[in-house]
C-alpha cells in the first residue's frame, strides 16, 4: 500500500527554469569529495588518474589498430592469389601491437581496481572520524533532538562509502570522455552525423536515470525515522542487556512483527521505484539500440558500395559500438554522480551542524574556596514548554555535602546536568570559584568533578578499563584501578575474577563475564574515584543496587575521604541524605524544602513526612 507521507515527502518537480539549476547546483559537493580523496592519499590518487588515462586513450588505439590488422589481411590475400607467396610479418606485426594494447588496457583496468579497493578502505576510515569527531563537539542537546539523529543516522550510513563512488565515477567519466574524444576523432572522418546519432540514443536513459535518482534521494531522507525504529527493535531483540525482559514479558512477536511491518512499508516504496526506474530505463534504453544498429546498417551500406574498405568497416563498427557504451557510462556516471552528491549533502549537512564555541579559557576561579553558587537557575529543555528548573539558588562550600531528595523526574538530575556544562541555564547563572561556568575552560572544569550518573555505562571493555575511564589521564595505571576499585568496594569480586582486572566485561566479545547489578554499580562508583583532582564528587543514586552492608561500607568511605571536598549526593534513601549539611527536596524543579536533617524534621513537612513513612517500612 502507497504510503502517503511519501507523496507528500517527495515534492513536486521544480518549473523548468529552475530544474537545471536544481540539478548542477548539487554536483558542488563534487569538488570537496575530490579534496577529500586527495588529502586519504595523494599518491593513490594520482595512479588513478594515470591509469584512467591509460584505459580511455587506449580503446581507440586497440580499435585503429583492428582495422591495420584487417587491411593487411585483405592486401596479403590479394598479394597471395597473384604471387602465391604470403608477408606474413605486415600482419602479426599489427597482431602483436594490438596483443600489447590490450594487454596495458588490461593491467591499467587492474590498476584501477587494486586502488579503488584500498582508497575505499582508508576513505571508509577517514570519514567515518570525522563523523565520529564532530560527535564530539556537539552538545548533549543535539544528541537529544529526534531531528538532529536523523541527520546522523542518513550520514553514517551512506555518506562514509559515497565519496569514493563520486571520485570513482568522475574518474569513469574522464576515462570515458577521453575513449569518446578518441572515437570522436576516429567518426568525424566517417562522418560529423555519426556523432550526433550517438548523443540521441544515450540522452534519453541519462535523463530517466537523473529524475528516478532524486527521487530515491528522497525516499531516503523520508524514511530515516523508520530506518532508526528497524535498527532499534534488531537491538531490542538480539542485546543481552534487553533479551532477558522481551522474554520475560513475551515481547518477541509484537516487536518482531513491528519490525516486519516497517520493512514490508519501506519495502514497498522500494518496488514502486525500482519497477518505475527498470521499465522506464528498459523502453528509453531501446532507443540507443535502434540508433545504434541504423549506424550500423549506415556503415554495412557504405562498405558494399565500395565507399568504405572491410578494414574501415570493422573499425567504424567498433567504435560505433564501444562509442555508444563510453556514452552511455558517461552519462551514466553524471547520474551517479548527481546522486552521490545528493547523498553527500547528508554528510556536509551534519558535519557543518553549527556548533556553540567553547569560549571559556579559565582555570581557577577569581574567588578561589568560594564553592558552587547556583543564582536563580531556570532550564527548559529543548522543545519543551514546561521548564524542568525554575528559580534554583544554593551554595556549596569546599567541605561541604548537599543531598537532593525528590521524586523522580523533579528535577534532580538535570540539575548536575547544568553542573558539569552538558547544558547551560535558560536563565540565571552558575558560578564556580566566583566565576560563572562558561567562562571556564570546559576541561578544566570537568577534571573538578568526579560523577556517577543513575545511567552510568558499562563498557564492553576490560575492567581495569572500565575504571580507567573515569580519568584518560591514568586509564591504564593500575596502581589507580586497585585504590580506585579499593575505595569503591570492588577489589573483592575483582580479584576472583578469571583475568583480574584484566578480565573482559559483558558479553559482547569472546570470554566476557556478565556481572550483577550491585558490581555494575561498585565498578562505576570506583570509576568515579579514579578522579583523583576532582573537589567535586557527585553521586546520582550511587548504591541502589547495593546490599545494606556494601551501602554502609561506601558511605563510611565517603565520610572519610570527603572532608576537603564539595559532595552532591541524589538518593530516593533517606538512611544515605540525613548525615548531609544541607537538604535540598526538589518537586516540579523547584526548591520546595531546604535544611539540615533535624531543621527540616522540625519542620515536619515533605521531607518529614517521606521520612517517616520509608523509616516505617524497616519496622
Known amino acids: 500500500m502507497s504510503s502517503p507521507h511519501l507523496r507528500r515527502a517527495i515534492p513536486a518537480p521544480p518549473a523548468n527554469g529552475n530544474r537545471l539549476n536544481a540539478f548542477f547546483g ?24 594515470a591509469c584512467t588515462l591509460v584505459a580511455g586513450v587506449l580503446p581507440a588505439v586497440a580499435a585503429w589498430i583492428g582495422q591495420l590488422i584487417v587491411d593487411a589481411v585483405v592486401a596479403a590475400m590479394v598479394d597471395h592469389g597473384e ?8 600482419v602479426l606485426r599489427y597482431v602483436l601491437a594490438e596483443a600489447g594494447v590490450i594487454a596495458v588496457i588490461a593491467l591499467a583496468q587492474r590498476g584501477l581496481s587494486a586502488q579503488q579497493s584500498l582508497l ?12 565520529l569527531e564532530k560527535a564530539g563537539t556537539l552538545t548533549l542537546a543535539q544528541f537529544e533532538d529526534s531531528e538532529f539523529y536523523d541527520k546522523l543516522t542518513r550520514a553514517r550510513r ?5 565519496p569514493l563512488g563520486l571520485v570513482n565515477k568522475t574518474f569513469s567519466l574522464a576515462q570515458n570522455a577521453i575513449s569518446l574524444a578518441s572515437f570522436g576523432v576516429l567518426l568525424v572522418q566517417f562522418s560529423p552525423w555519426a556523432i550526433l546519432i550517438l548523443v540521441i540514443g544515450a540522452l534519453p536513459v541519462f535523463v530517466s536515470e537523473a529524475k528516478f535518482s532524486g527521487d530515491a ?10 530506518t532508526r525504529m528497524q535498527m532499534y527493535l534488531e537491538t531490542v531483540l538480539a542485546r543481552e542487556d534487553s533479551i532477558k525482559e522481551v522474554k520475560l514479558f513475551g515481547l518477541e512477536p509484537l516487536l518482531l512483527d513491528r519490525y516486519r511491518r516497517i520493512f514490508d512499508t519501506l519495502y514497498g516504496e522500494d518496488r514502486r521505484l525500482t519497477l518505475r526506474r527498470e521499465t522506464w530505463g528498459f523502453l528509453l534504453g531501446l532507443l540507443g539500440t535502434l540508433a545504434f544498429y541504423g549506424a550500423y546498417a549506415w556503415v554495412v551500406v557504405e562498405t558494399v558500395t565500395g565507399q568504405l574498405t572491410l578494414g574501415e568497416m570493422t573499425m567504424y563498427l567498433m567504435v560505433f559500438k564501444q562509442g555508444q557504451a563510453a556514452l552511455s557510462a558517461s552519462l551514466t556516471s553524471i547520474s551517479g554522480m548527481y546522486e552521490d552528491n545528493l547523498y553527500l549533502s547528508n554528510l556536509y549537512e551534519y558535519l557543518e551542524q553549527p556548533v556553540d564555541a567553547e569560549s571559556g ?10 564553592g558552587i553558587r547556583f543564582e536563580n537557575v531556570s532550564f527548559t529543555y529543548p522543545g519543551a514548554e514546561k521548564p524542568a528548573l525554575s528559580g534554583i539558588s544554593l551554595h556549596l562550600r569546599p567541605g561541604g555535602s548537599l543531598a537532593l531528595v525528590g521524586a523522580n523526574g523533579s528535577g534532580k538530575t538535570t540539575l548536575i546536568k547544568l553542573l558539569t556544562r552538558l547544558y547551560a541555564p535558560s536563565e540565571g547563572r552558575i558560578l564556580l570559584d566566583g566565576s560563572d561556568l562558561r567562562d571556564w575552560d570546559i576541561q578544566a572544569l570537568r577534571r573538578r568533578i568526579g560523577v556517577i550518573f543513575q545511567d552510568f555505562v558499562r563498557y564492553q571493555l576490560k575492567v581495569g578499563e572500565n575504571l580507567g575511564a573515569g580519568d584518560v589521564a591514568a586509564f591504564a595505571d593500575e596502581a589507580r584501578w586497585r585504590e580506585a576499585a579499593r575505595r569503591g568496594l570492588a577489589d573483592d569480586f575483582i580479584t576472583d575474577m578469571p583475568g583480574g582486572y584484566h578480565t573482559q566485561l559483558g558479553r559482547w566479545f569472546k570470554g566476557g563475564q556478565e556481572l550483577s547489578g550491585g558490581q555494575w554499580q561498585k565498578i562505576a562508583l570506583s570509576r568515579a574515584y579514579m578522579r583523583e583532582s576532582a573537589d567535586i564528587l557527585v553521586l546520582d543514586e550511587p548504591t541502589a543496587a547495593m546490599d545494606a552492608a556494601a551501602e554502609a561500607a561506601v558511605f563510611a568511605d565517603f565520610r572519610e575521604h570527603s572532608h576537603d571536598k564539595m559532595t552532591i549526593l541524589i538518593s530516593h534513601r533517606f538512611s544515605t541524605v540525613r548525615a548531609a549539611d544541607q537538604i535540598l527536596v526538589v518537586d516540579g524543579g523547584r526548591i520546595l524544602e531546604r535544611g539540615d536533617h533535624d531543621s527540616l524534621m522540625a519542620a515536619d513537612g515533605r521531607y518529614a513526612r517521606l521520612f517517616r513513612l520509608q523509616a516505617e517500612g524497616y519496622r
Open 120 to 131: 575505499r578502505a582508508l576513505l571508509g576510515q577517514k570519514v567515518n572520524v570525522m563523523i
Open 217 to 226: 534521494f528522497q525516499l531516503f531522507r523520508w524514511r530515516s525515522p523508520q
Open 83 to 90: 604471387t602465391g607467396r604470403v608477408d606474413w610479418w605486415p
Open 361 to 370: 579559557t579559565r582555570t581557577t576561579g577569581a574567588r578561589p574556596g568560594d
Open 26 to 49: 548539487v554536483f558542488r559537493y563534487s569538488h570537496r569529495a575530490l579534496t577529500l580523496v586527495w588529502q586519504t592519499s595523494r599518491s593513490l590518487t594520482l595512479g588513478l588518474a
Open 158 to 162: 551512506e555518506a562514509s562509502i559515497r
